[in-house]
C-alpha cells in the first residue's frame, strides 16, 4: 500500500507560474507607460479590473469579512503596498536589480512567521536566508560609500515591497480557515484603494485615454492579475512561509532573462554574484520541499 507523499508538486507549480508571471509584468508595465498610462495609473486599472471580476466574493464570503476584519485589513494594506510599490519601483529602476532587493522577503517573512505564527525553523532554512541576505548585501554595497545601502527610490520601493509581500505570506498562513477566493479579492480591494487614494492625492501624472492602451491594461488585470493571484494564494497556503518566499525567487531568474533580451538591461559583476547566491537560496528551498 503507497502512501500518500506529504508534500504536493501543485503549490510548487502554482509559485512557479506566479514568479515567471512576475518576472514579465514589468514589459507591458513600461509598454503601457509608453503609451500614455502612467505607472500608478496601469496599477490602478490591472487590479480595479481584476476587483471587478471577482467582486461577487465579497459578497459570498461576507460573513468572514466580519469574523476576521483585523486579519483582513492587514492584508489588504501589506498587498496593496506590496504590489503598488513593487511596479513603481520596476518602472523606474533596473528589473534585475529591483527583483533582487523585493527578494529580501524571505528575511523579512522568517522573522515574521517566528513572532506572529512560532514557525521553528530547520538548519537548512536558515542556511538559505543567510545566502539570500549575503546576495542582497553584495548588490547594494557600493565601493564609494562602503556601505550595503538603498541607492535612489527605486532601491526603497523595492525593499519596502518585499517586505510587504513577506507580512502579506505571513497574514495569509494565519488566515487559513478564510476562503482562498477572499483572501485574493482583499488584496485587489488593497491595491485599487492605495492606487485610488495617491492618484485622488495628485500623485501618478496625466493619463492618456486611449482605447489600444486602456483594453491591454484591463485585459491584462482581468485575465493575469486573476490567474496568478489565485495560484499565488494556493501555493502560500499550503507550504511554510519561508518555502514558499524562497521559492519563488525564480521570479529574478525570469526577470534577469526578460530584460537583457527585452531591454538590453546587463547585470554587472557584483549583481551576477549577489544573484548566483539568491538563485542558490532558491534552488536549496526548492530542494527541501521535495524531500521533506
Known amino acids: 500500500m503507497s502512501s500518500k507523499p506529504r508534500t504536493d508538486i501543485l503549490p510548487i507549480l502554482a509559485l512557479l507560474a506566479t514568479a515567471f508571471f512576475w518576472g514579465l509584468l514589468w514589459y507591458p508595465m513600461r ?83 517566528r513572532l506572529l505564527l512560532g514557525e521553528r525553523m530547520p538548519s537548512q532554512a536558515w542556511l538559505t536566508l543567510v545566502l539570500a541576505m549575503g546576495g542582497a548585501l553584495i548588490i547594494l554595497w557600493q565601493p564609494s560609500l562602503g556601505v550595503p545601502w538603498p541607492q535612489g527610490q527605486a532601491d526603497w520601493l523595492a525593499i519596502s515591497s518585499g517586505l510587504g509581500f513577506a507580512f502579506s505570506n505571513v497574514l495569509v498562513r494565519m488566515g487559513q480557515d478564510l476562503a482562498i477566493g477572499l483572501k485574493v479579492v482583499i488584496s485587489w480591494l488593497g491595491v485599487t484603494v492605495l492606487t485610488a487614494v495617491m492618484l485622488l492625492s495628485g500623485a501618478g501624472g496625466e493619463i492618456e485615454w486611449s482605447v489600444t492602451p486602456m483594453v491591454v491594461a484591463v485585459l491584462l488585470g482581468m485575465v493575469g492579475i486573476v490567474m496568478m493571484s489565485v495560484c499565488l494564494m494556493y501555493g502560500v497556503t499550503r507550504m511554510p512561509v519561508h518555502r514558499s518566499a524562497v521559492i519563488l525567487l525564480f521570479e529574478v531568474m525570469v526577470g534577469a532573462i526578460s530584460a537583457q533580451w527585452l531591454a538590453h538591461e546587463a547585470l554587472g559583476a557584483r549583481e551576477w554574484l549577489g544573484g548566483v547566491l539568491i538563485l542558490g537560496a532558491a534552488w536549496l528551498a526548492s530542494r527541501q520541499q521535495l524531500h521533506d
Do not use: K
Open 31 to 113: 509598454w503601457l507607460e509608453g503609451h500614455g498610462v502612467p505607472g500608478l495609473w496601469g496599477t490602478g486599472i490591472l487590479f480595479a479590473s481584476a476587483l471587478t471580476v471577482g467582486s461577487p466574493l465579497l459578497w459570498r464570503y461576507r460573513a468572514q469579512l466580519t469574523a476576521r476584519p483585523a486579519l483582513l485589513l492587514g492584508l489588504m494594506l501589506a498587498n496593496g503596498w506590496c504590489n503598488t510599490a513593487f511596479i513603481l519601483a520596476v518602472l523606474d529602476g533596473e528589473v534585475v536589480r529591483v527583483l533582487l532587493l523585493f527578494y529580501l522577503s524571505p528575511i523579512w517573512a522568517v522573522l515574521l512567521a
